[in-house]
């Protein structure tokens, strides 16, 4: 099953201009480190190592995907693994919403 690890990660500021000003708010409310000289921002992400297991990823609200995967996941927005059983059980658990596809 995949190991859920954290890690680094490097955004150039020109690859934000796509991003919906929502969007935007999720990297600042993240620890993040924005060095206007190189034009980028430095931030923490949830990752979930390479093993096939399901992955949960929500904002502590809300389901935003649960999906099942053998390669590696990233996110900023908090990860879980596991079954997809134990990944149903913890939505329960936290009481998150959960609208299925």
């Known amino acids: 099953m995949g190991e ?9 500021i020109d690859d934000m201009k796509g991003l919906e000003p929502s969007d935007y708010r999720i990297y600042q409310d993240n620890p993040s ?9 430095t931030f923490n992400v949830n990752v979930i190592e ?3 297991c399901w992955r949960l990823v929500h904002d502590g609200k809300e389901v935003l995907d649960l999906f099942e995967s053998d390669g590696e996941t990233s996110s900023i927005n908090i990860l879980f693994a596991g079954t997809e059983n134990e990944c149903l059980a913890e939505i329960e ?3 998150l919403i959960y609208n299925p596809k």
């Open 4 to 12: 859920l690890t954290t890690a680094i990660r490097t955004l150039k």
């Open 33 to 41: 480190v924005l060095d206007s000289e190189k034009e980028e921002m």
């Open 50 to 52: 390479k093993g096939s």
């Open 93 to 95: 658990r936290l009481g």
